[in-house]
């Protein structure tokens, strides 16, 4: 098992830039593909973008292509999500996400953290 731990939620104008981090502990941290997803008021999870355990593969959400960027330290079990050109859209529930084996773009991951909010103002 993986434990997870979000931060760098925030509130920031559309336009604007956030960078989340999450910090793993437990399972090794290179035996895990990682994932960022989001979750809207009324409506379902989503997928935003995801990183191989070496970090040479990446995915990203059409939504988010060209603005975010996935990013991984596995000598110090960390992965983040850089955000620039931030949109009201992009307003969510963002989640870290863990799966041992290869990446995925779906929910299929293993370990999730608590989340940490974001709010983009228009």
């Known amino acids: 098992q993986v434990q997870l731990v979000e931060s760098g939620g925030g509130l920031v104008q559309a336009g604007g830039s956030l960078r989340l981090s999450c910090a793993a502990s437990g399972r090794t941290f290179s035996d895990n593909a990682m994932g960022w997803f989001r979750q809207a008021p009324g409506k379902e999870r989503e997928f935003v973008a995801v990183?191989?355990?070496?970090?040479?593969?990446?995915y990203y959400a059409d939504s988010v292509k060209g603005r975010f960027t996935i990013s991984r330290d596995n000598a110090k079990n960390t992965v983040r999500l850089q955000m620039n050109s931030l949109k009201p859209e992009d307003t969510a529930v963002y989640y870290c996400?863990?799966?041992?084996?290869?990446?995925?773009?779906?929910?299929?991951?293993?370990?999730w953290g608590q989340g940490t909010q974001v709010t983009v103002s228009s």
């Open positions: 990183i191989s355990r070496g970090g040479r593969t990446t």
């Open positions: 996400a863990a799966r041992k084996g290869p990446v995925v773009t779906s929910l299929r991951y293993d370990d």
